[in-house]
């Protein structure tokens, strides 16, 4: 839009109440995920007219956007699901009540007849005009089960049809629809990118009351993605899409009263933070600073949390005499076979100072990080084979070791874990300004992965923290190597007083974390 018309347009969206062919007259019957009202936009509340809608919406606009230019987006149901004189009359009707610079018209790809397609070429003659088109999905069995009432050709056909009419199309997909996969996404997004839409319109599936889709749920519940399975799916599916098409929408919105599930717990500018900065740590590249430390090693300097990743005395020092030490795990080796979690993997000094302890028994690593473009960097800097080896595949493979690095949120991917471990190194970095992975309910899925005779080691050691492991039902202790302090924690109970973290959903940003004080909230 900021090419084409060099300034910002707001949507305006209108609900026609023309009604849907998928629905009877007395608005019975439609798509099995949609509400009897058509999705109609929040912003235009209880207005009945259209002037008075687009009234509205123009100045919750102005009010929350500081809007200045608009285009009209005809939105509920289906925008050509009428006589095309009808059409022709409204259209005109509304264009008139306000400057628009566009028009965007939500519509079903079978609801395009031939005279309706050449009134739309002539309207783009005097606006510009782009259609939303409702696809949803290219699975015929889906189609079929949620009741649209038209197959994937049609779909097909009718994005052909506006394209050599030199209209724009954005297409709108669902993702989550009752017994869909990534497959079915993925082919999905494969066939429109190919098709030539000019954008995407991905919404995630809520199950709405009053709909067909609702008691179905109700009879028996199926799955419906939480944001971080969202997240995924989407991350996935953002990277087929050619950049030269915009994505003008990855979520949707109902009203907390009609929306059954999901319950997200992540807000919607939450959400797009989290995708944006998700990306940028899997598939960007890191370029930090980098500095030597007391004991040769070299660290990085975040921009964003003005910190080095470790402490003066340097990283292999940390390594070696906190982790390692601390956690026993070279006798550890010594006994039996050992499985770690390195949560916080961040340049790998921990996981590549463990592999390094000369024993007969193997190591098997889980590292966790949502950091995946500075294990990169750090591959360069210190000319790790294992690094870049990790940073392509994801794994690493030898005689003695094996580690597996999973990307992601921790709050998230500790969660997928099935397997108990005999040690978990616990490095946050940042303590004061990042304590996502301090939290109560977070040392509680720790609790569950550790095996009854093993060690948790965090590098840090506030007693914030040792609240909330005592919570989580740990006990701890601080331990010492020189001007290091860090936390050692193992199972049972002890009774620690003071605030701690607590993320009660495990999707709180880092710069909403509030202290919580014990003696309150017990």
Known sequence: MLKRFKKVLYSIPVDLDFGCPNRNENGEGGCSFCPSHGARAVQIGSAKSVEEQI?????FAKKRYKASNFMLYLQAY???????????????????QYNFDAISIGTRPDCLSEGVLEYLSE??????????????????????????????????????????????????????????????????????????????????????????????YKKKPFRVLSEYEYAEELIYLLRLIPKNIPILRFSTDTPKEELVAPIW???????????????????????????????????????KYKDYYHPKSGAINQARRVFLEKSNLQKRLEVKDVELLDIGFGMGYNSLEAMKLKRKNHLSITALDKNRAIIEQS????????????????????????????????????????????????????????????????????????????????????????????????????????????????KGLEKAEGRFYSD???????????????KISS
């Open 55 to 59: 009234k509205k919406a123009v100045e």
């Open 78 to 96: 289906t925008a050509t699901f009428s006589s095309l004189k009808k059409q022709k009359e409204t259209y005109s009707h509304l264009l008139r």
């Open 123 to 216: 309207l783009n003659k005097e606006i510009d005009v782009s259609i939303d088109l409702g696809v949803q999905t290219l699975n015929d069995k889906t189609l079929l089960k949620i009741n649209r009432g038209h197959d994937s050709k049609c779909s097909i056909e009718a994005i052909k049809k506006l394209k050599q009419r030199g209209l724009s199309i954005y297409a709108h997909l669902i993702i989550g629809l009752p017994g869909e996969s990534r497959r079915d996404w993925e082919q999905s997004v494969k066939i429109l990118v190919l098709l030539g839409v000019d954008g995407f319109k991905i919404h995630n599936l809520h199950v709405i009351k009053n709909t067909p889709l609702y008691e179905q």
């Open 265 to 303: 717990h992540m807000q919607k500018g939450q959400f797009k933070e989290y995708i944006d900065e998700s990306l940028e740590y899997r598939f960007g590249e890191s370029n930090l600073k980098s500095y030597k430390l007391a004991d040769k090693s070299i660290t990085l300097f975040d921009k």
């Open 379 to 490: 591959a360069n800097l210190l000319k790790s084979s294992i690094l870049k080896e990790i940073y392509e595949k994801n794994c690493f493979k030898d005689e003695k070791n094996s580690l597996e690095f999973i990307v992601g949120d921790a709050r998230y991917t500790a969660r997928l874990l099935k397997k108990k471990f005999d040690v978990i190194f616990l490095n946050p970095f940042y303590r004061d300004k990042s304590p996502s992975l301090l939290s109560v309910e977070f040392f509680q899925i720790l609790h569950n992965l550790l095996k009854d005779d093993g060690v948790l080691i965090i590098s840090t050691y506030l007693n914030a923290i040792r609240v909330g492991l005592s919570r989580a039902g740990f006990k701890s202790e601080i331990i010492e190597v020189d001007e290091l302090r860090a936390i050692r924690a193992k």
């Open 504 to 518: 009660p959903y495990l999707v709180t940003r880092d710069k909403f974390f509030k202290f919580i004080n014990d």
